[in-house]
């Protein structure tokens, strides 16, 4: 489970009683949809380690695993004060010319040199703007440091400075109603807990993500900036119109 977004991976292991289980499994099952999409199988070297496997491309897994500890470990940095949410100007650290992979792999290391001396344990999955030519810096990842005292020292160190020409922005990060219903799905009692702690709003104030549900519904009936503070006003719906309407009012 990636400890940030609270959602499962795309990948799993399985182990069987014995090998003639494990072919049998890959025989019947891959490619089969019987689990809402294709699902595809091959057997693993008996050396293959997963843990290791999130890590060999990069220092700071984000993954931990879907249990008790696992989930445990996604939330524990909110609750003692480790989790920094970073924005950035864009386009950040990567370079014109380089495919979007390796613009994430110079971004990652810009970060690393600028926090790890502040103890990094984790990096969510970076989220670079593209494009994005605005001064005000904008949300880039958030970062997991092994100690408040780390995460405190990186926020007065890094907020508001420029590192290797980028401006860089640091704060907590907070649980928004956003992600406190992500975590009540993973584990209603952590949810709890955060919520005895004042760290998470009530549950009067959680909502599904309406955004992205709605969105997928009717990508062009849908407006994303629907204030959820005030109960009492309705969500505004823009009018679109066609591309194609418009090229032809142009023409006439």
């Not at 992600?179 to 104030?205: H, N, R, W």
């Not at 505004?236 to 032809?248: G, P």
Request: with cysteine.
């Amino acid at each position: 489970m990636d400890r940030f977004r609270y959602d499962g991976d795309t990948s799993a292991s399985v182990e069987l009683t014995d090998e003639q289980q494990a072919q049998k499994a890959v025989q019947v099952l891959n490619g089969n949809d019987s689990l809402g999409s294709p699902v595809y199988l091959r057997p693993l070297n008996p050396e293959f380690d997963w843990d290791a496997f999130h890590t060999a491309d990069r220092t700071y897994s984000r993954f931990v695993r879907e249990d008790e500890a696992g989930t445990r470990k996604a939330v524990q940095p909110f609750i003692e004060g480790r989790r920094v949410r970073i924005a950035v100007k864009s386009p950040a650290w990567g370079n014109k010319g380089e495919s979007p992979t390796q613009r994430r792999d110079t971004d990652l290391k810009a970060l690393e040199r600028a926090f790890d001396r502040f103890g990094i344990e984790s990096i969510s999955r970076l989220t670079p703007q593209f494009g994005h030519t605005t001064y005000q810096p904008k949300f880039f990842c958030h970062i997991d440091f092994t100690t408040k005292e780390g995460a405190d020292e990186a926020i007065r160190a890094i907020h508001d400075t420029e590192i290797e020409g980028v401006l860089v922005w640091a704060k907590r990060s907070e649980v928004d109603s956003t992600k406190a219903f992500q975590i009540g799905k993973v584990d209603k009692g952590l949810l709890v807990e955060l919520q005895e702690k004042g760290l998470a709003p009530p549950d009067s104030e959680i909502h599904p993500d309406w955004v992205s549900k709605s969105a997928k519904k009717d990508p062009m009936n849908f407006d994303r900036h629907r204030n959820w503070q005030d109960k009492t006003r309705p969500p505004h719906k823009r009018a679109y119109r066609s591309k194609y309407e418009t090229v032809e009012t142009a023409a006439e």
